[in-house]
């Protein structure tokens, strides 16, 4: 089963753990970087330990939840090898690994609800890179 890495920081914690729950349910290899309570903390701290996961090759796609979402995909975005898509709708999901083969997604757990975080999350994890040569082109330019 595909392994992936999530994480979050206070503000993603609750959305984070009915997240894993969701996964796990279903039988995704998690790696979970933390946090593990509602207590504060930094969130590029666990930005960099998911992206580093999924750029080390130790999982195929990474998770991370912060308040609103932002804080981390600016996290993840700086980080050389990391394409993190901030999503609250199911057609960016698609449209995210399609086109950007993204590999690391973000929610913000005090913007969207459990129910359609998951959804998100499936479309996220299930839908592959379309591969066409303009993608593929395009993705390429974004490394510089
Ligand atoms: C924490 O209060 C909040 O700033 C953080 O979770 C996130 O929303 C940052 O972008």
Redesign the pocket.
Known sequence: MMKVAIGC????FELKEQVVKHLADQGYELTDVGCNSLD?VD?PVYAKKVCDLVNNGDVELGILI???????SMAANKIKGIRAALLSDCFSAEKTREHNNANVMCL?G?VIGPELAFRIVDTFLTTPFSNAERHQRRVNMLEG
């Open positions: 920081d206070h503000g993603g504060s969130y912060c308040g609103t979402g932002i804080g981390m913000g005090r």
